[in-house]
């Protein structure tokens, strides 16, 4: 009888040791989350035949953007997001680079102000799994990544006339989970627009080709800058199996 007391003793300890751990689990357990969305402020600038300097002649941008998250290292974002963009030639450029002059005409000052609104999506890749840190993953409230992806850009106001074109977005960024549905990072992306007017003026393009070059496909074209703190809010939990 002492004997099966004992048994059932240390039965019930190992149920209940089971119990514990079972619960302890699924306390552990990282809720995922099927996507994000956000908002953005930061920096921006322009390089082209106005601006040669990163970072140089900087203003103000704004984003939304709304995050597809497959899983904790990849991702699918998109974005709308406008920014002002400035520049001047102080003097360097010719007046008529197709004249018959060797300098094609006397040095003139060109400047332009004008906005861009960029609407794309690009794919973010984390170089660690993207998670609160705790459960069995081993995923890191904290990581750096990098993107690609396509967009398009409507260059518009300072006098002059709307124009519109395909951007290439490549960057990198660093993102952390500063609660188990917020968080916060900066990013930086420079964007390859397939046009070269969003540098235009009241006045005309003079900045269009204003050495004579022959442009191509993203030769000889404008390109502009994002650079952004951000806030973004999980949602949509996604099914888990043990609920199921």
């Given at each position: 009888?002492?004997r099966?007391?004992e048994?059932?003793w240390?039965?019930?300890?190992i149920?209940?040791c089971?119990?514990?751990?079972c619960?302890?689990?699924?306390a552990?357990?990282?809720v ?5 969305m956000?908002a953005g402020?930061?920096?921006c ?9 990163p970072f140089?002649n900087?203003s103000v941008?704004?984003a ?8 904790a290292r ?7 997001a406008?920014?002002?963009i ?9 007046t ?6 060797p ?8 400047h332009?102000?004008r ?22 993953k081993?995923?890191s ?10 967009g398009?850009t ?13 951007n ?8 952390y ?9 900066f990013?930086?992306?420079?964007r ?14 003079q900045?269009k ?10 030769k000889n074209?404008d ?6 703190f ?6 949509f939990p996604?099914?888990?199996?043990c609920?199921?």
């Open positions: 009888m002492a099966k007391t048994q059932t240390i039965r019930s300890a149920a209940l089971c119990l514990f751990l619960f302890a689990a699924k552990e357990e990282e995922e989350y099927k996507m994000d956000g402020l930061g920096g600038f322009y390089l082209g035949d106005g601006n040669g300097v140089s900087l941008m704004g939304l953007t709304a995050r597809r998250i497959f899983n990849m991702a699918l974002k998109t974005n709308l406008f920014g002002h400035h520049g001047t030639t102080d003097g360097f450029l010719p008529d680079a197709y004249s018959k002059t300098e094609g005409g006397l040095p003139t000052k060109v332009f102000s906005n861009v609104l960029d609407l794309g999506a690009q794919f973010e890749l984390n170089f660690w799994g993207f998670g609160t840190g705790v459960g069995y081993g995923n409230p904290i990581t750096p990544y990098i993107l690609a992806g396509i398009i409507v260059g518009m106001g300072g006098g002059a006339s709307a124009c519109a074109g395909m290439i977005p490549v960057g990198l960024g660093v993102k989970k500063l609660k188990p549905r917020v968080n916060i990072g990013e930086w992306t420079m390859f627009s397939t046009t070269d007017k969003l540098d235009a003026t009241p006045e005309g393009t900045l080709d204003p050495y004579g070059i022959k442009s191509g496909f993203l074209k390109t502009y800058s994002f650079a952004m951000f806030i973004t809010y999980d949602m996604k099914r888990r199996k609920n199921n």
